[in-house]
């Protein structure tokens, strides 16, 4: 088909447009589209976020695509990915619909603000992507580029072409000399995204919610059935809300996460089946894996646990929901996002300590903290003599003041 597919509308000035570019079937399919129907300049921009792919071979299918070296831009994304945006979320504790860990919400933003950066440097006046018209991705990278450049033009290839099934799109592909992946050629039984902080997959064998999830879909973590029968013991320092070091050794944002990526795998942490509320209004069903990113979360929890006050701790827990779902729907450029960043910032200044978790069987375990601003006293709180420290006869008068209007109100209505 498609020699035949028609030149949108509204096109005219387009003349060099930037691509989100993973070099899969799908943006190859997309950079010769784009090559045809607007007649344009491609430069391709595939981010390195730590999804354990070799990214190589999207310059070579770039450069065998006519893309000119100099307008193809790789770039290793991952210090600044976990620094600039997992870390400042995972202060928040943020936990879309209670749950979900937000892996691929929280890397579009990046990928959006490196590709307007990109524009901006190539003099491009247009940006495409890859996302789909039913999903939270378009929403996500649109957001972000026109937060960061409100006049740039968006070109979203799958809410224009009539490819509307994998059977065409590969169709084209051949009719167009686009090298296809022998396993693309068949269904694929999911689909997935990867990069540093989770794999999630879904579609297709993970579209009926009341079967279980098949057993090779996963491939971040081992089933926590075969993880070993005996538990590891590890401990995550923090300082200022941020993880620093891993069993005493220092290390940067990106190594600490993969570092913990490998214990969560060996040991089954950090599956996630969901079935989730999409931004776009329909339900949607996947499958996460987020190992290390469990793991930190929990343990971030743990320092708060003893140096946040109960004030900022529950107003911090009212918060989150709210920041989460911000990210989730694609606002991170937002002012609302910056000033609940703010807020949550502030609370982490004393957040500085060390936690110590049992990792075993597909669960972490907190079973130790400790930090030099704790508000833990035990001397306070001991069921043994606390020589003066707390007088329990004060509680008798905070116990009636909480009580009078329980008390009217049970008079009243006795």
């Known amino acids: 088909m498609s020699e035949s597919i028609n030149r949108p509308t509204g096109d005219a000035g387009v003349s060099k447009v930037v691509l989100a570019y993973s070099g899969g079937l799908d943006t190859s399919v997309i950079l010769k589209w784009l090559q045809q129907t607007y007649g344009c300049e491609v430069v391709t921009f595939t981010a390195d976020l730590g999804q354990g792919e070799e990214l190589e071979p999207a310059r070579a299918k770039a450069e065998l695509m006519g ?3 100099e307008h193809i831009f790789i770039d290793d994304l991952r210090e600044e990915f976990v620094r600039d945006y997992v870390f400042p979320m995972m202060r928040s504790n943020a936990l879309y619909e209670g749950l979900y860990l937000l892996g691929t919400s929280i890397a579009r933003p990046l990928i959006a603000k490196r590709q307007i950066e990109i524009a901006r440097q190539v003099n491009a006046d247009a940006v495409s992507h890859g ?3 039913k999903g939270n991705d378009q ?3 649109e957001l972000g580029y026109y937060a960061l450049a409100p006049d740039i033009k968006v070109i979203a290839p799958w809410r224009e072409w009539d490819l509307t099934s994998r059977t065409r799109l590969i169709e084209w ?3 167009h000399q686009i090298p296809i992946p022998h396993n693309k050629r068949g269904e694929a039984p999911f689909s997935t995204d990867a990069n540093l902080l989770h794999t999630s997959s879904e579609g297709l064998v993970l579209e009926d919610p009341w ?4 057993d090779y879909v996963y491939s971040r973590t081992v089933n926590p059935e075969d993880a070993p029968d005996a538990p590891e013991f590890i401990t995550v320092d923090f300082e200022r809300g941020d993880g620093v070091a891993l069993n005493g050794e220092g290390m940067s944002p990106a190594t600490l996460l993969a570092r913990l990526n490998d214990l969560g795998r060996a040991h089954g942490i950090g599956r996630l089946d969901l079935v989730e509320n999409r931004f776009v209004g329909m339900k949607s069903r996947g499958m996460y894996e987020t190992p290390g990113g469990t793991i930190y979360h929990l343990a971030h929890r743990g320092i708060e646990q003893i140096t946040l006050d109960r004030g900022a701790a529950h107003l911090k827990d009212e918060l989150a929901p709210r920041y989460a779902e911000l990210i989730y729907n694609g606002f991170w450029f937002s002012p609302e996002r910056e000033m609940l960043q703010a807020a ?5 200044e004393k957040v500085i300590g060390t936690v110590r978790l049992k990792l075993y069987k597909g669960a ?3 079973v130790g903290r400790k930090s030099p601003h704790t508000l833990y006293s035990e001397k306070v709180v001991t069921f043994e003599d606390d020589q003066g420290a707390y007088d329990q006869r004060d509680a008798a008068g905070f116990i009636k003041l909480n009580a009078l209007r329980l008390r009217l109100l049970g008079r009243r209505d006795r």
Do not use: K, L, Y
Request: charged share 25%; net charge negative; aromatic share 4%.
């Open 344 to 348: 949550i910032d502030h609370s982490q």
């Open 364 to 366: 972490a375990h907190i």
């Open 131 to 133: 996302a789909t018209g």
């Open 67 to 69: 893309v000119r070296p």
């Open 139 to 141: 929403v996500r990278f």
């Open 211 to 214: 079967e279980e999830v098949p």
């Open 173 to 175: 592909a051949e009719q």
